[in-house]
């Protein structure tokens, strides 16, 4: 089984997945994160390399939550998720391709899915395993997020359709790409819905936190990458990365580059490396929100706003999983993450000397970081396509600028976090052409842009109303112990 603690640490026992899947969040205000890593040598690295993706998935995703969910049904559950209608665009079946862009420079493509961003490869199988738990509790369940564009999408997509859950996102008026809106728009229906709000996307993490204290919805699931599965979901693919880079020289350290958010994505490098992989520097890349950078260059951690930039999904100031880092950092205890992180909702600023820690504790960690501003992206894919002829997004271009900047000692591999074809005028601006859209893409965003999104005001009580008369779990899921 595997066990699952809260960087809060003030529950008491570990949890299980399933149950850490169906929370979310731990009931202490913490995220799940596993006590302790399996390890994979490298001679069982060996024995994966060549193998089709779906059975890198299985392997690691098994040493990673034991039978929790029965094996049986984690096979079950990857084929479905992984089924090739979904990944049209699969290179001779290869969901992860990695291909060369420069010297001792590789991108890993994880946005072959059916939305067009890595998100997919997590949430795929995240939304059967969250059926498959609540089919076995006989048990239904909403989730609420709040996104500005890949996750909701993405994540409409895989929970299209279930049975069990209904899943409500919330998404801003403005500020979101015509494609990005219309792809989202086009997922509503049955147990989707897409509610449009009229204000900034970092103020609707208020009216979520709003609404989650309330009672009666204190059981709402999240679907973001505080929920453990999406951490977990992304962990295999760095084996299948690093396997394809490294080829016979199995043991070789390499680094990684991440275009960073949340950094969910970042941090599922580092599991991957603490269950043994070799990665040497796992690397954040941001955009001109950068405070992550800062923080991991000064070791001090100051609060701002998020500004719009050409890298959207990266617009993220305060990363979510940051927590997840701090909880290794200070070696699992519990009271004094949640001492600094409340300390750092209070005043703005802290700093890691002040818990004890070096400034630079997350270098020492493993980490490096970088930034990038839209002159530099805009260059990155110029160079990309000049030198491989290959066609990248603005966000992966945020993480090959990095990449270009460092001194190249070992092999680095950048995650390409989303297809080009979300970022239409970024790169029609780059290279004065966009390329051909896969089929599935075609359609997209020929409509009216504003099909099938519910428009709400900035008001908890009118959003309440809304998820109260469509929810699906009117027996609340009761909080696991
Ligand atoms: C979500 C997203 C990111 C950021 O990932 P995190 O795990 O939140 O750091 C980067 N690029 C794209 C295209 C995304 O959709």
Known sequence: MAELVSTRGLADEPVNYVDALLQGRAP???LYVAEEFPHVGLDELQTLAGLPYEDVFNFVKG??????????EQARITAEAYAPEKFPEALNGNLVPVTQIGDNLYAQNLSLGPTGAFKDLALQPLALDMEY?????????????????????AAERAFKGLRRMALFMMSPEVGMSGFQKAHMGEQTGGNIHNLSIKVPFDTMNDLLDQLKSQPEFANIAAVNSI????????????????????GKNIGQEIDVIVPSGNMGNALAAHYARRMGLPLREVVFANNENNALHNLVQSGIYVARKSEITSSPSMDICKPKNYERLLFEMMEGDGAKVADYMQ????????????YGLSPTAIKDAGFDSGTSNHADRIESIRWVHASSGDVIDPHTADAVTVARRRKLERPALCMLTALDVKSEPTVEEALGFVSERPDQFKEVGLGSQDDGFVSMPYNLEAVAAYIRQHRIAKQPVPAAK
Do not use: K, M
């Open 28 to 30: 202490d205000g913490g």
């Open 63 to 72: 040493r990673l939550i034991g039978d929790d969910i029965p094996y049986s």
């Open 133 to 153: 738990a609540l089919e076995e509790a006989d048990e239904y369940l909403d989730a609420v997020g709040v996104s500005s564009g890949d996750t909701a999408t």
């Open 227 to 246: 929920n453990w599965g999406r951490v977990v979901g992304q962990i295999p693919y760095y084996f299948a990365g690093y396997l394809q880079v490294v």
């Open 343 to 354: 300390f750092f909702a209070r005043t703005g600023q802290v700093a890691l000397s002040d």
